[in-house]
């Protein structure tokens, strides 16, 4: 690495708080214990944050006093509802919860930063710091903003990232455009008549009626996407039933739909709903479609995208840099802080088990790199 900017003290610190908040994760909008840990250290760093924000929010400015650019710096906090198998010393001890998505190292990361440019601050502008909750459910940077945070802590720019099992260790992926898919997080409700199994004449059954929806969206993209475009929808719960010789009153199914182009996103929706009115008509169940969350895709702006670039290859080296990886098919309400104001997402590669995996865990070599890619830019950008 050419030039890692960040001291050997403050990787043991970052390392010491992820570890913490590994131990402790908390789900979207629950991040209260974690709120309350960056609070702490970004005012031990001297720093006057804003708590509460979008519920669980945290930001704070470090203010050179002159003119310049604004330069915001992102990070999500929340974990996933699932158990961890890493067998860590510092794994989760909160049963059904788990870091096993690197948020933790993401906030690590950025606190790191925080504490360096506290330090050190920048001779011109000023640097935005965001702890955003929620990015699981994609409705924290939402919140977020709804709570006033483009007026009360606006950026000129913003950039954040993300682990990636998917690259190499010592690998940067960046480029403009789109870069992660948008989604829709929606959720079906079939209702019919419930009764006795032997009789299900009498009934209108609703799991059926569910089980042949899920059956019909599997085929809607092979049947109504162009093959040239990035699309795919899922089902990724099915709920219905008691008991073996009860036909319930409710089923539901819930999932997600994503696609690059906006375009596609609304037609995968359309025959979404299409198919539930559909099964509705042949079933005589009432069949009802709600959009749970909406995420565009997150665009990197070009010009953002060259500052970026510019500080990964100065932390990794030129040859560290990853410019011609494809769209990824995740997503990440970051997207709508990059409509917000131009900005670049950016995706550090570690060698672990793929992300919402229970194997999975964050690379602590990561945090050096991450920050001191955040310090190399506010650097190059505000001096």
């Not at 459910?137 to 006033?148: F, L």
């Not at 899920?214 to 809607?220: D, N, P, Q």
């Not at 719960?237 to 008691?242: D, F, P």
């Not at 036909?247 to 819930?254: G, K, M």
Request: aromatic letters at 6%; charged letters at 20%.
């Amino acid at each position: 690495m050419n030039d890692m900017t960040i001291a050997p003290t403050l990787a043991e610190a970052m390392t010491g708080w992820r570890h913490e908040m590994h131990r402790n994760p908390e789900l979207a909008f629950e991040e209260r214990w974690t709120s309350a840990f960056v609070l702490d250290r970004l005012r031990e760093f001297g720093l006057d944050p804003v708590g509460g924000l979008g519920g669980t929010g945290v930001a704070a400015i470090v203010d050179s006093g002159r003119p310049g650019p604004s330069i915001a710096l992102r990070a999500d906090m929340d974990a996933l509802p699932m158990e961890e198998q890493t067998g860590a010393d510092y794994r989760s001890t909160r049963s059904g919860v788990s870091h096993s998505c690197g948020h933790d190292g993401h906030t690590a990361a950025l606190l790191g930063t925080a504490r360096h440019l506290a330090e050190h601050p920048p001779k011109t502008g000023r640097v935005v710091l965001i702890f955003q909750p929620a990015e699981e459910n994609g409705k924290g940077a939402r919140a977020m903003i709804a709570d006033g945070l483009l007026e009360n802590f606006a950026f000129d720019e913003v950039y954040g990232f993300h682990n990636m099992p998917l690259l190499d260790p010592g690998q940067a992926g960046i480029r403009p455009g789109a870069v992660l898919n948008g989604y829709i997080v929606w959720e079906v409700t079939v209702t019919g008549l419930g009764g006795h199994g032997a009789a299900f004449y009498k009934a209108i059954d609703p799991l059926q009626a569910a089980a042949r929806l899920a059956v019909e969206i599997s085929s809607i993209v092979g049947r109504y996407v162009d093959p040239a475009q990035a699309a795919l929808i899922n089902v990724g719960s099915l709920q219905a039933g008691t008991n073996h010789n009860i036909i319930p009153e409710t089923a539901r199914l819930s999932g997600t739909l994503r696609a690059v182009e906006p375009e596609v996103q609304a037609l995968l929706f359309d025959r979404l709903e299409k198919a539930c009115a559909g099964i509705a008509e042949m079933t005589g169940c009432r069949v009802e479609c709600t959009k749970l969350a909406e995420v565009p895709p997150c665009v990197n702006a070009p010009v953002a995208v060259e500052h970026a670039a510019r500080a990964c290859a100065a932390v990794l080296g030129e040859g560290g840099i990853v410019a011609d990886h494809p769209a990824y098919p995740f997503t990440d309400d970051m997207a709508l802080l990059l409509q917000a104001a131009p900005g670049a997402y950016l995706f550090l590669g570690q060698d672990s088990a793929m992300c919402h995996n229970p194997d999975y865990d964050f690379d602590d070599a990561l945090l050096p790199v991450a920050s001191g890619i955040f310090v190399r830019l506010v650097r190059d950008r505000l001096g």
